[in-house]
């Protein structure tokens, strides 16, 4: 099974607000990864956690806050965003390390940042 | 330079047709590369990976030239279920996968 679960699947936010999206898989995946996804462009890598830990961190804004709590659940905390950040937020896991493994991808949370 | 570049298409083919599309990519250092298909609004499902003896499954063939660096995806008998965009994916070092711009086929009654 390469199952990777994100909720909410929707999630409308004024900007303002602090939410929060998580991300879950039970496949023994040793790292997962944040993508923001624009419509018509592909993934942009946000995050990526190693064994739990942050291992990049792609220059994103402090507005986005990730966390590993364990080794099946990833989080991304959203506060005091920007309309320019709605788009796909995608989570995905792989079970090596290197990068040069398969990626599986959750089926995302679309954020609306009015 | 784009790391990973691929022709947006659309490519638009009648059902039964053979669609064949290439990307290519600037590193070459990279390990491991992947086809991914993303319908609308969907998240990225892997197609296939790529290896360097070029493999098939089912109507789908990809082959890989180190040489030139591109990939290549074949899809034979098209079915209207294969329209979608096609996501060259190329993985670099640390983790990073480089994401082609993705081409979009429509296969057509």
């Known amino acids: 099974d390469t199952e990777v679960t994100q909720t909410p699947k929707h999630l409308v936010m004024g900007m303002t607000n602090k939410k929060s999206l998580k991300c879950e898989q039970h496949m023994g995946h040793r790292a997962m990864y944040w993508y923001k996804q624009k419509a018509k462009k592909p993934p942009e890598l946000m995050f990526v956690?190693?064994?739990?830990?942050?291992?990049i961190n792609e220059s994103v804004p402090s507005r986005f806050s990730p966390e590993c709590p364990n080794s099946s659940l990833l989080n991304l905390h959203l506060h005091a965003l920007q309309p320019e950040d709605s788009a796909l937020y995608l989570c995905a896991s792989s079970y090596g390390t290197s990068g040069a493994e398969t990626q599986y991808f959750g089926p995302g949370t679309r954020l609306l940042v009015l | 330079r784009k790391e990973v570049e691929q022709d947006p298409g659309p490519f638009n083919v009648p059902e039964g047709a053979t669609v064949a599309f290439n990307c290519t990519y600037s590193?070459?250092?990279?390990?491991?590369f992947f086809w991914y298909r993303q319908d609308c609004r969907k998240e990225p499902k892997l197609l296939m990976s790529v290896y360097s003896s070029g493999n098939e499954d089912g109507r789908f063939t990809a082959q890989l030239n180190r040489a030139s660096q591109y990939i290549s995806l074949l899809i034979r008998d098209s079915k209207l279920s294969d329209s979608a965009t096609y996501l060259c994916?190329?993985?670099?070092?640390?983790?990073?996968?480089?994401f082609g711009a993705g081409t979009t086929v429509t296969v057509r009654a």
């Open positions: 956690y190693s064994y739990e830990k942050l291992s």
């Open positions: 994916v190329v993985s670099e070092a640390d983790y990073k996968l480089s």
């Open positions: 590193n070459s250092a990279s390990q491991s």
